[in-house]
């Protein structure tokens, strides 16, 4: 920008210093019109070498500042793509980060579940333990209760049996009461029977003497 305000500034300077002869040759007198118009004709080609150079000078600050501008533009270009590439590497070491991170979740997830899993099967087994526990205690229990039982009707049977012995002993003696009784009842009535018939011997004797 200062380089193409100098050069317009350069221009403007050789105007000014190339019109100022021009203005001095037509105010003289006594100069004839085809010098005149000579030196006006080699003025005016100075002054478009001049102002071609000039034009050239500004189309080559033009230039300069058009490449320039394409570099500043490529320069910017660049450190925008170099920003973008700085932001996506982070971009993608916070996703890195982020899914080394989800990694870790997950592994410490399956490792608690794992730990979860086998404490379910500890406690399951235990559970398992615990029933038959208590299905041999119930068992042993069910034994325990049928072994009084038996030994309840072993008792009953051994009562009965007892009772049913005193009973027969009680009526094996009544039996041999009654045997005995009767023996000594026939004993009696056959001493009756005897005396009856000796009696009756000592009837039929005095009625026959």
């Known amino acids: 920008m200062r380089k193409l305000i100098a050069v317009i500034a350069a221009i403007g300077f050789i105007g000014s210093t190339t019109l100022s002869p021009v203005i001095a040759a037509q105010a003289t007198p006594g100069v004839a019109k085809s010098d005149e118009f000579s030196a ?18 500004a189309t080559d600050v033009s230039a300069a500042a058009k490449k320039k501008g394409k570099k500043a533009k490529k320069s910017k270009k660049a450190e925008l793509i170099a920003t973008d590439v700085s932001a ?5 070491g916070k996703k890195a980060k982020k899914s080394k991170k989800a990694e870790l979740i997950a ?27 208590s299905a041999a205690a119930k068992k042993k229990g069910k034994k325990a209760k049928k072994s ?7 008792t009953d049977i051994s009562a009965a049996a007892k009772k049913k012995g005193k009973k027969a002993k009680k009526s094996k003696k009544a039996e041999l009461t009654n045997v005995v009784d009767f023996s000594a009842a026939a004993k009696k009535k056959g001493k009756k029977a005897k005396k009856s018939k000796k009696a009756e011997n000592v009837i039929l004797y005095r009625i026959a003497a």
């Open 40 to 57: 006006a004709a080699k003025k005016k080609g100075k002054k478009a070498k001049k102002s071609k150079k000039a034009e050239l000078i």
């Open 88 to 92: 996506a590497a982070k971009k993608k």
């Open 148 to 154: 009084k039982k038996a030994e309840l009707i072993a």
């Open 107 to 133: 592994t410490d997830v399956s490792a608690a579940a794992k730990k979860k899993g086998k404490k379910a099967k500890k406690s399951k087994k235990a559970e398992l333990i615990a029933t038959d526990v």
